[in-house]
């Protein structure tokens, strides 16, 4: 083999990279030329991927239910990881706002690709199988999902994801705001028994593991969750286009995804008797409709007419009135 000025200028280049870190290169190339070829399947761990499925009953569609669910997981992450990189940055100078498009929209593709593919999950789940199956899934619950509720913090502050019975009425300036209010918090009141207001085990569960995390979480965000670098003017800067994708992520998340659900759970757990509890016993009859709960993450974007009706729309269409 001739060893071309290319391979000599890349050697070099190398040789340079592994000493300016003590290393030697030599060591380095005795390693790649023992080591195998990558695969596919190694690199993403197909087999440990495809192995993550461990149904509790014996009805073939659950497996339809637990992958659904994993993915969901995985665009959440993706979502995060977008989330962080623009809530990270440095206020010492303006957002690119460039970037910050490309950021948005990215969230925003996940997210659409998560409304879409619920409906199809939706379509293609028994109904009986999963009436059946649920039951084994006893206290568990999407309700529990972490990364969707660090989504959320990430998005805005505490004080536009108070319960709305309580929302405006306090002012979150401070940590010590955080901490009294965090009770206060909209989901801790979707996860109670419809009848008697108790908290359920679902709930319970979920604080005992993550209200810590949650808690730090929403106070090292205070300053620079999106919302607060909106009003800052570090995000926009009078830039439309951000501001549009900031609007079409407030309605993906806080209308068109709690919707979906809803229109799951009208489809597997409405009854003209008596409506059918959901798995966590979270009360979705009032936790899911977007036009009861109105939670937006950036109320300035908004006009008084759009947030009276906010999300009135999608839901009278989901339930057949329009």
Not at 65 to 81: A, G, M, N, S, V
Not at 197 to 222: A, C, N, Q, V
């Amino acid at each position: 083999m001739v060893v071309t000025s290319e391979i000599q200028n890349k050697l070099e280049a190398l040789h340079q990279k592994f000493s300016e870190r003590g290393q030697d290169l030599g060591s380095y190339l005795d390693g790649l030329l023992h080591s195998e070829f990558l695969t596919y399947w190694d690199y993403i761990h197909q087999d440990t991927l495809l192995s993550l499925q461990t149904p509790r009953t014996i009805y073939p569609d659950e497996n339809i239910f637990i992958i659904y669910h994993q993915i969901t997981e995985l665009y959440f992450k993706l979502c995060l990881q977008e989330l962080d990189h623009i809530c990270g940055g440095s206020k010492k100078e303006k957002w690119d706002s460039k970037k910050t498009v490309t950021k948005l929209k990215r969230i925003n593709n996940y997210f659409r690709a998560l409304v879409h593919s619920f409906g199809i999950m939706i379509e293609g789940m028994d109904k009986e199988q999963f009436l059946k199956f649920r039951m084994a899934l006893l206290p568990a619950s999407g309700f529990q999902s972490v990364q969707y509720r660090k989504i959320e913090i990430h998005a805005t502050g505490l004080e536009n994801l108070l319960h709305h019975s309580v929302r405006g009425e306090v002012e979150i300036t401070k940590e010590e705001d955080i901490n009294q209010n965090f009770d206060n918090i909209y989901w801790k009141f979707g996860a109670t028994t419809k009848d008697t207001g108790e908290k359920t085990l679902t709930l319970k569960m979920f604080e005992e593991r993550y209200d810590t995390e949650l808690l730090g979480l929403l106070t090292k965000l205070k300053f620079c969750n999106l919302n607060h670098l909106l009003l800052e003017g570090y995000l926009s800067d009078g830039d439309e286009e951000i501001k549009r994708q900031l609007k079409t992520f407030d309605i993906l998340v806080n209308v068109d995804w709690p919707l979906v659900h809803y229109k799951s759970a009208v489809r597997y757990l409405q009854s003209k008797e008596k409506d059918i509890a959901a798995t966590g016993g979270t009360n979705w009859q009032d936790y899911l409709p977007p036009h009861f709960q109105k939670r937006i993450f950036f109320p300035t974007l908004w006009t008084q007419e759009e947030k009276d009706n906010w999300g009135k729309n999608w839901v009278e269409s989901a339930l057949g009135l329009k």
